[in-house]
């Protein structure tokens, strides 16, 4: 099986797994706990809190775990339930749903290559919401938004600025500090962690407003048991994401190109936001004329693992928000197919690929 699906997850690094397994297995306590047990996992989650902290140069002190991105990003929203939010018209559904939760909320529209450019960033500042929810990197097209610029350009005039940063994590620097965001979600599963852990990293200006209630858990933002296991291994797999990042970027961007250059040959291709910044990895196109979901079930037969679009919406017959929001029109938007590869890829699964890929746009 040829895996080019990391968009949705990314395999388990036996590395994490091997820190991980003292927690699932002998070193069982509750880090609530004031014994030995319970400070050892206590002091396995500060650990991971620092690596994590080091992966988004952000202090540790400012990271709260959660479940995942999509539990971060809700509480990231939380604090502005009562308020008016804008988001990105090509933003995550757990983003895009937890803000119609809100007193109001209002859609930041993208241009073709799915980019908020000056003009929609004029017209949000016009509109004065108290916070702008803003990917770093889609997870669709790998369009990477200009996170610094937006906030330089919002925060003077009042608005926090929350930004997704699930996809760019691993795959390009993400520095909290140099952001200049007031809050910013990440993921463990796609820097080859464990899933159901995650995180919010919050500016002290402008800290979360919890909505889960309990025990005073993470600074009493998080109320709950710590999944310590995950949080280990979250921390283990940013801090091989930290050494290893270069390296990663260099392998995927060079698989990547050779999946452009055969694809921009083919007469049947078209190629979504590629006149934009990208993630290293991530490559969406359509075979003109040919059902996404068709061909992604026709891949899967022959042992190749790809996506039509977002993983947390699939089984959806609906074209993709993403596309839409871009302007391309259903018919085309319907033709997508998402590759997203890994350092692990080959170039031999690459030219696999494109052989097939080739024969079904015949």
Known sequence: MIYFDNNATTPLDE??????????????????????????AKSAIETAREQVAALVDAPPAQIIFTSGGTEANNLALHRYAHATIAVGATEHPSVLEAAKRARAHHCIPV????????????????????????????????????????????????????????????????????LGVQLLSISSHKIYGPKGCGALIFDKS???QSSMLGGGQEQDFRSGTENVAAIVGFGKAAELAKNALAQRHEATLALKQQLVLALEKMPHITLFSCHTQQLPNTVLFGLDGIDGEWVLLKLDQLGIAVSSGSACASGEAAPSHVLLAMGISPDVAQTALRVSVSHHNTLTEILKFVEIIHSLGK
């Open 111 to 178: 241009n073709a290559q799915g980019i908020i450019d000056d003009e929609a960033l004029a017209a949000l500042i016009a509109l004065r919401p108290d916070m702008a929810s803003i990917m770093l990197a889609n997870n669709e097209t790998g369009a990477i938004q200009p996170i610094a610029h937006i906030a330089e350009c919002l925060t003077p005039h009042g608005i926090c600025v929350h930004s997704d940063a699930v996809q760019a994590l691993g795959k390009i620097p993400v520095s909290f500090a140099q």
């Open 206 to 208: 402008t800290p979360p």
């Open 15 to 40: 590395r994490v797994l091997e820190a991980m397994m003292p927690f699932l297995k002998t070193m069982y306590g509750n880090p609530s706990s004031v014994h030995r047990f319970g400070r050892i």
